[in-house]
């Protein structure tokens, strides 16, 4: 059974940097499609990053330019650069391993860690 557990959240000012790191045990890493979800207070968890075996990234509108996501087989860990953060930025984030969907979107996996809390506010 897939394992992750993220880590790197914390308080930052708006216009602040924080990387999130989320390692994966339990599987063979290499063969997921990796995705950052987040999840804010009263909303639904959406899909902010996914990068897929080879490296290919997609992500959401709202952090297209600010976040990126990438990977490191070897120490089966995927993270997310988040730069220029908003106050809109502020959730619970998560990592999940994935596969690609019929469409070719990102499918998730049943598994999901304990999350890290991202607030942006000053």
């Known amino acids: 059974q897939v394992q992750l557990v993220e880590s790197g959240g914390g308080l930052v000012q708006p216009g602040g940097s924080l990387r999130l790191s989320c390692v994966v045990s339990g599987s063979i890493f290499s063969v997921y499609r990796m995705g950052w979800y987040r999840q804010a207070p009263g909303k639904q968890r959406e899909l902010v990053a996914d990068i897929n075996r080879r490296g290919s990234t997609n992500y959401a509108d709202s952090v297209k330019g600010r976040f990126t996501i990438s990977r490191d087989n070897p120490k089966n860990t995927v993270y997310l650069q988040m730069n220029s953060l908003k106050p809109e930025d502020t959730a619970v984030y998560y990592c999940?391993?994935?596969?690609?969907?019929?469409?070719?979107?990102?499918?998730?996996?049943?598994?999901w860690g304990q999350g890290t809390q991202v607030t942006v506010s000053s």
């Open positions: 999940n391993a994935g596969q690609t969907g019929h469409s070719g979107e990102y499918y998730p996996g049943t598994n």
